[in-house]
């Protein structure tokens, strides 16, 4: 569903996108809607990037090797 909004841009502003608009044949309310999509979907994109990555941070990471020796044996003291 659609719904229209009221936007307050300066003049010279409206003006140069009317301008890209009419380059790419199509009106300034769909350039807004298609940056405006763009925008939403990287945030999504985002989101679920930053998930999943905190997922794989909480699970850990396996760096290879092994354990030689015990913490006691590496710190002992004399």
Known sequence: MKQNITLSIEKELLKKAKL???KKETSV???LTEQLAKMASEEDQYDAARKRALTILKKGFHMGGSIIA???ELHERR
Do not use: G, I, S, V
Request: a positive charge; aromatic letters at 0%.
């Open 29 to 31: 309310t769909k350039l």
């Open 70 to 72: 015990k913490r006691e």
């Open 20 to 22: 890209m608009a009419a």
